[in-house]
Nanobody, 123 residues
Framework: QVQLLESGGGMGQTGGSLRLSCAVS?????????MGWFRQAPGKEREFVAAIKWSEGNTFLADSVKGRFTISRDNVKSTMSLQMNILKPEDTAVYYCAIGGRLTPRSDLYDHWGQGIQVTVSS
């Protein structure tokens, strides 16, 4: 059974940095090609943040975080990270990691999800 567990996050300041990690267990690289980060702010729909392919390391980031966030993965440790720099108050949300069969911003194409972790950016 595939399980994802987010860590990191918490409180940050505008212009500061935070780092999220997602540990994957029960995963086989043949089953799932990509992992992604999504976020959901209060009263808003879940939105795509970033995604990465396990094998080649290709990445795909939302326009709202390009130049500020970096997604990476460690295939040996089966972890994925999201380095968030130049934080903005609008980055405040619950962040979710997910795993799926393709590199895509569509949340419905990801098969397994973590429980989410809160990120709050103060102005």
């Amino acid at each position: 059974q595939v399980q994802l567990l987010e860590s990191g996050g918490g409180m940050g300041q505008t212009g500061g940095s935070l780092r999220l990690s997602c540990a994957v267990s029960g995963h086989t690289f043949n089953q799932y090609e990509a992992m992604g980060w999504f976020r959901q702010a209060p009263g808003k729909e879940r939105e795509f943040v970033a995604a990465i392919k396990w094998s080649e390391g290709n990445t795909f980031l939302a326009d709202s975080v390009k130049g500020r966030f970096t997604i990476s993965r460690d295939n040996v440790k089966s972890t994925m990270s999201l380095q968030m720099n130049i934080l903005k108050p609008e980055d405040t949300a619950v962040y979710y990691c997910a795993i799926g069969g393709r590199l895509t911003p569509r949340s419905d194409l990801y098969d397994h999800w973590g429980q989410g972790i809160q990120v709050t950016v103060s102005s």
